[in-house]
């Protein structure tokens, strides 16, 4: 039983070579994936190749390398549609990330927003699923407001989404949510079916930042019921400066044009343009295809960890690692959690832990890892109103992908202990 | 001790640390044992913003020399403040602008020094560099001001290593002087392109005043230029040391913004444009 559990992770270790690296003379633990994941050979193999073999600008030409690029580009779309259950390919556009994505929204359905209009955040999100709204609100008068967490309301300290509070939040004015499907601090999966069904009932629609979301339980769009949903192909093991935004298909019409460029028109005068059908509409200039195209071999592999034989024992092991993680570092009096379940029933977490040591910083922690072989993430993570709402500037975080072992976790924590030991 | 000096002596202390733990051990038990910073230095605008940790620095002068107090969150970069204040203090200003120090490199800790660690140590080794040219601009002033004791200033181009503002005025007049300034500023080169600053047309205006002080206003290839900073350091150093100048003001504009027409003929035929 053992000995296959550790087969199977190695089998999957061994097509990720990243994993295999060394850093400062130590083998590399890496374990900041909520920032960017590695990526598997299957990836790696299809890049080079289509940088090699299959490299002509999509959607224009006569030729057959062109045809080559332009099937590899769309039948990465056809692969994301059906990886989230999207009805059709027209509801996938191509974007540069789940940032961009946002932005897109942000920009094009904020410009029927008015005077006193209200845009509803959650308090736990990341600067993307921010600062774009705020852009969105100094243009046109509305304004942004807050779904609080429990802290922010002095009710626990979990930092969870206080989602009871969405009712009192929904009024006429409330043009648009954008919410987070699990958050890059805490790793809490938010319940957003729940607000969903609450906004829809009042008319409203629903952005849908799956940044995390996507590589930790994944979403079927149309059981979510988003209107729009945004992730990137480089936090689940495509290509970096790939993103996408899912939108259905009558709210994707009603945004007027983003970028103005080439593939996203049908005809062009100098006097007046008429545009191009989704999703190409929203996909100016020439788009990162190759990047986009990557995402084919990236889902496999997704699909691969999460399926048969090989997704259970992956999904073991990710129970042991929250396990053995939430044991250390909620025993430990000295230290403190961001996102503790054990303050807040019924929640379900990610394998994000983000946490400070009372008396030490965060930055020298990392620091000292780092020596150890440990790759973690320092400082405030973009989301600095959650941060701050717990009190703390900056904290350490470690996040799993499902390549992560628990004697990962554990060497973690050694390390973590020795690090320590040298800083108090 | 001189600033190599000392920065030799840091070198040799690290030399027997044969693991980074050591090392390390070492950096910390500096952090900790620093002395600690009056809280009221702790005040905003000497704080150095940076994502992993927060550094806080405090300068003062004492006869004509620098000394520094600084404070951080993290211990690490505490310790590796503590090593930079320890080479710099009892410095005066123009010894720490032209310093150039190595020895954070050659300790190993090349890393911690590296603009992409937002661990406020960069920010901060700009800011002591700003404080010596700020110090430095006002001690020239004052000497500038002074009646003029000093011995002889000589035709010649003062020595390099001279203390900026030795140059006695009064016996230079506005015009010899302008001509100086020029001579200098033909040997401060753009860092791109290969030709100096005046040919350039990057100066737009310069003023000699009665009293000799030079007011240069000048401007940059381009508004993002990363090096703007050196430039004007090293105009500004040329300048200084300029026969007859007695003190340097240098505005930088961006307006009007700086285009190849700006160039003097000679200029433009070295780089083929003409």
């Known amino acids: 039983m053992e000995s296959a559990r550790e087969e199977i992770l190695s089998g999957v270790r061994a097509h990720v070579p990243a994993l295999g690296l060394k850093m400062n003379g130590e083998p590399l633990v890496y374990l900041d994936n909520a920032a960017t994941t590695q990526k598997p050979s299957t990836v790696l193999d299809f890049l080079s190749d289509a940088l090699r073999e299959g490299n002509a600008n999509v959607h224009r030409s006569m030729y057959a390398l062109s045809d080559r690029s332009t099937e590899a580009y769309e039948a990465a779309r056809e692969k994301v549609r059906a990886f989230i259950n999207a009805p059709s390919r027209e509801n996938v556009v191509f974007t540069s990330g789940t940032t961009a994505s946002i932005n897109l929204v942000a920009d094009t359905f904020c410009r029927r927003l008015g005077k006193g209009d209200v845009i509803l955040i959650e308090a736990d999100s990341h600067h993307s699923n921010i600062v774009p709204w705020q852009l969105a609100a100094e243009r046109t008068g509305a304004f942004v407001k807050v779904i609080p967490t429990d802290v922010l309301l002095g009710i626990g300290r979990s930092g969870r989404v206080a989602a009871e509070e969405v009712d009192n939040l929904l009024d006429d004015k409330v043009k648009i949510l954008a919410i987070t499907q699990i958050s890059n601090i805490t790793g809490f999966l938010n319940p957003v079916s729940e607000i969903i069904a609450k906004a829809h009932a009042k008319g409203i629609p629903v952005l849908v930042d799956g940044a995390q979301g996507i590589v930790h339980g994944g979403v079927d769009v149309r059981e979510m019921d988003c209107d729009f949903y945004a992730f990137s192909a480089h936090k689940i093991y495509g290509a970096t400066g790939v993103g996408i935004l899912y939108g259905k298909k009558e709210m994707l019409e009603s945004l007027p044009p983003y970028m103005g460029g080439g593939d996203m028109v049908e005809t062009v005068t100098y006097a007046k343009t008429t545009y191009a059908p989704l999703p190409l509409r929203f996909e100016a200039g020439t788009p990162n295809f190759i990047g986009a195209a990557s995402l084919l071999p990236a889902l496999e592999f997704a699909e691969y960890l999460s399926s048969g034989e090989t997704g259970k024992v992956i999904k073991e092991e990710e129970a042991r690692i929250t396990g053995y993680m939430l044991e250390r570092l909620t025993k430990d009096p000295l230290v403190e959690l961001y996102g503790n379940p054990a303050l807040c029933e019924g929640v379900c977490k990610a394998p994000i832990f983000t946490f400070n040591i009372k008396g030490i910083n965060a930055g020298d922690l990392a620091q000292l890892l780092d020596k150890m072989g440990v790759a973690v993430r320092s400082g405030m993570m973009c989301a600095e109103p959650l941060l701050n709402s717990f009190g703390v500037p900056s904290a350490l975080r470690a996040s799993f992908a499902p390549y992560n072992t628990l004697e990962e976790a554990e060497f973690f924590v050694r390390c973590l202990d020795r690090a320590r030991a040298m800083l108090l | ?274």
């Open chain 2, 1 to 274: 001790m001189s600033i190599k000096e000392i920065e030799q002596q840091i070198v040799e202390e690290f030399s027997i640390f044969d693991n980074w733990m050591d090392k390390y051990q070492y950096i910390i038990d500096l952090g900790k044992s620093m002395p600690v910073i009056a809280e009221e230095k702790k005040k905003d605008e000497n704080l150095i913003k940076g994502c992993q940790s927060r550094v806080w620095l405090d300068c003062r002068q004492e006869d004509g020399k620098l000394y520094f107090s600084a404070d951080s969150d993290a211990i690490i970069t505490k310790g590796i403040i503590s090593l930079l204040i320890r080479v710099y203090d009892g410095h005066t200003p123009k010894e720490i602008l032209d310093s150039e120090i190595d020895f954070i490199d050659t300790i190993g800790l090349r890393s911690n020094l590296s603009p992409t660690r937002a661990n406020g140590l960069v920010s901060m080794l700009k800011q002591i560099k700003l404080y010596a040219l700020a110090f430095n601009e006002i001690n020239e002033e004052s000497t500038a001001t002074a009646e003029p004791s000093k011995e002889n200033a000589s035709d010649v181009p003062s020595d390099e290593n001279a203390t900026a503002g030795q140059h006695s005025p009064g016996k230079y007049t506005v015009e010899e002087v302008q001509k100086n300034v020029i001579r200098a500023l033909k040997q401060v080169f753009d860092p791109e392109i290969p030709v100096n600053v005046y040919d350039l047309g990057l100066i737009y205006e310069l003023r000699v005043e009665d009293n000799l002080n030079v007011y240069i206003k000048m401007t940059m290839t381009s508004p993002t230029c990363p090096m703007a900073e050196d430039v004007v350091n090293d105009v500004n150093n040329a300048v200084s040391d300029a026969p007859g100048v007695a003190g340097v003001q240098i505005e930088l504009t961006f307006e009007p913004e700086w285009d190849e027409s700006r160039m003097t003929e000679e200029a433009r035929l070295e780089l083929g444009l003409i």
